[in-house]
């Protein structure tokens, strides 16, 4: 399964090489300016070619190191973005599961079952989880389908996928993931109690 | 029940928090590697020794830089140097506060300044050691054993603070230094 959580990794690797780059890049710029007043110390005409050069390569490579910055900036910034919008919208996908399994009078080991047929496991792993008979399941998956007044499996799932679509999900409460994803936090934690 | 169990460990349980990036963290690490070469392994004589003091000098120059520009954690605005502040800080946590600082915590902020500061002064005073105008005068290397000895005692005091603020507060701040996150206990005021 193609899940978002990899692509969070691979932006983080990509964040990681940048920063790499950054010091590197960054210390090779240093050493070209201390070589430049150096050799301006030490006399050199300013229109002597190799300094020229030298003055050249220590400017490219500090606006290499400022545009890398600006990018890894830009980069962690849509990051944690992400990170919130997932953050949220679990969350609300949890609160919309259990009104409707409340709705529906679903007993505790109904819940469980319905769970775990929305994650996508089949009956006969879901018999093997819960350490019961897959006609057990099944006679519970039959009720769950019933109470929730689904033909089977695929509408069942559905009825959350609709849920999801047509929500008005939007996750973004300020341009900055980092400050909204910890003012969110509180507040959520008091709703839980 | 297993969807009510989820829903509340979520809510309850300790939340991670990306606090430093990729690059804070780099330099840190980069930064405590060549206090470590030069303090314990290179010869104080040698042209190694010159080097690592320049990549040092380089480090916090580059984390100076990302102070402005950087992510927010990271920028000189979230930890400004108050010394009144941290006196407060210093209170408050004696008085039993838990409050959990995302960026450095304002005593914290003021050990950062001086251990840069400190690297600052040991480069300076190292590269004049270098120089035919002050090379073999007194006061310049009296002034670099004096700042290395500070250093040492600044690196014990940072070690002991960060032990001291992951027990007070129960977050890891080693961990967070190396994965990026602060993984914040439930119920724990965020400043």
Redesign the interface.
């Known amino acids: 399964m193609k899940r978002p959580k990899r692509s969070v990794r691979a932006r ?1 690797r990509r ?2 090489g ?3 780059l ?2 590197l890049q ?2 090779c710029a ?1 050493f070209f300016i ?1 070589d430049v007043i150096t050799d301006v110390l030490a006399g050199v005409k300013p229109y002597d070619v190799h300094l020229t050069i030298e003055t050249l390569a220590s400017v490219t490579l500090i606006g290499g190191v400022a545009f890398m ?2 990018e ?2 830009r980069l ?2 849509r ?2 973005d992400m ?1 919130t919008g997932l953050k949220v919208a ?2 609300q996908m ?2 919309v ?2 009104e409707f ?1 409340d709705d529906w009078n679903l007993t ?2 109904e ?2 079952v319905a ?1 775990m047929i929305l994650k996508g496991l089949d009956n006969d792993a879901i018999a093997r989880v819960r350490n019961t008979a897959s006609g057990t399941v099944r006679a519970q998956a039959t009720s769950i389908y019933s109470k929730s007044g689904t033909h089977g499996r695929a509408q069942f799932t559905s009825l959350f996928m609709e849920e999801l679509m047509s929500g008005d999900f939007s996750p973004r409460h300020g341009s ?1 993931g ?2 909204s ?2 003012a969110k ?2 507040d ?2 008091l ?2 109690e | 029940m297993a969807i009510a169990s989820i829903h509340t460990s979520g809510r309850e349980s300790a939340r991670d928090v990306a606090v430093w990036d990729p690059l804070v963290r780099l330099i840190h690490w980069s930064l405590a590697l060549t206090i470590l070469l030069n303090g314990a392994f290179t010869d104080d004589e040698s042209k190694l020794h010159e080097w690592v003091g320049y990549i040092a000098l380089g480090l916090v120059g580059i984390r100076l830089v990302w102070a402005i520009i950087g992510t927010r954690p990271a920028r000189f605005s979230a930890f400004p140097p108050h010394p009144a502040q941290a006196i407060r800080h210093v209170r408050a946590v004696l008085g039993g506060d838990k409050a959990v600082h995302l960026s450095h915590n304002p005593i914290g902020a003021l050990m950062a300044y001086n251990l840069w500061l400190t690297v600052i002064a040991l480069g300076v005073t190292g590269y004049m050691m270098t120089t035919l105008r002050f090379f073999g005068i007194d006061w310049v290397e009296q002034a670099h054993e004096l700042a290395f000895n500070w250093l040492l005692l600044s690196v014990a005091l940072h070690i002991a603070g960060v032990a001291f603020d992951t027990w007070r507060s129960g977050v890891n701040l080693v961990r967070a230094m190396v994965n990026g996150r602060k993984r914040i206990p439930a119920g724990t005021k965020v400043r």
Do not use: H, K, Q
């Open positions: 983080g964040a990681t940048l920063a790499c950054i010091v960054s210390l240093l201390g910055m600006v890894l900036r962690l910034a990051m944690d990170d679990r969350g949890a609160e599961m259990d399994f505790a080991a819940r469980d769970l900055d980092f400050r994803a910890v936090a509180p959520d934690s709703r839980a």
